[in-house]
């Protein structure tokens, strides 16, 4: 069975410009979080969606915004880039067949985002 | 709300040496505690977790932990550590009375350096 897949693993964008990110979970799972990773702020949940609909949010501004496909498949986007936004972006997906109880979640390889 | 507290940024030991990665958590009710590990330039892989039951969970990698629910604790151990045990590991929570939500909360992480 294949892992969860990210694309593209690195980018590398200017100040003012907006990025897309895309995330495939394992087949089957149906839910999907997106968290940041950085040096100073080390691991920080973004969002979380189940069934196309977004179940959690963190404390990000609007410029982060994500959506799920009816394929669970999900992208999340960053406008207007800023330099703090260079970071390891990672997806994780779980089957989340029901209330969740501690499922256990799948990372991808993450997504290294600089921005200049 | 729920926090994470991992003691060691660094833990550095020499192969075969026992080690210990220290793990505390906040939170007034029920939780679900994790361990992952993250290699250089990956994502991160699930080590153990605990739902309910014995105190005592067994993960991959020959590496165990205890939850202690009077410490509010979760350490991880490994009797005889290996080179390739050298990684970040991070402790995360997810539950404490919200269970619509695969959410995780993650610790800082610990470096965890292992000798020849």
């Known amino acids: 069975k294949a892992g969860v897949t990210q694309t593209p693993r690195y980018l590398i964008k200017t100040r003012g410009q907006q990025v897309t990110l895309s995330c495939s979970p394992i087949s089957g799972h149906r839910s999907v979080s997106w968290y940041q990773q950085t040096p100073g702020q080390g691991l920080q949940f973004l969002f979380e969606y189940f069934s196309e609909t977004q179940r959690n949010k963190g404390n990000f501004p609007g410029r982060f915004s994500g959506r799920q496909f009816s394929n669970s498949r999900s992208e999340m986007n960053v406008s207007t880039l800023e330099l703090g936004d260079s970071a390891l972006y990672l997806c994780?997906?779980?089957?989340?067949?029901?209330?969740?109880?501690?499922?256990?979640?799948?990372f991808g390889p993450g997504t290294r985002l600089t921005v200049l | 709300a729920q926090s994470v507290t991992q003691l060691d940024s660094q833990v550095p030991v020499f192969e075969e040496a026992p080690v210990e990665l220290r793990c505390n958590y906040s939170?007034?009710?029920?939780?679900?505690l994790f361990w992952y590990v993250q290699y250089p330039n990956q994502g991160l892989q699930l080590l153990l977790k605990y739902l309910s039951g014995s105190t005592l969970v067994k993960g991959i990698n020959g590496f165990e932990a205890e939850f202690n629910k009077s410490q509010t604790s979760f350490h991880l151990r490994k009797p005889s550590v290996h080179i390739s045990d050298t990684a970040e590991y991070f402790c995360a929570v997810t539950g404490g009375g919200i269970y619509n939500t695969d959410k995780l909360i993650f610790g800082t992480g610990t470096r965890l350096q292992v000798f020849p």
């Open positions: 994780a997906s779980s089957l989340a067949s029901g209330a969740p109880v501690g499922n256990e979640q799948f």
């Open positions: 939170s007034s009710v029920s939780v679900y």
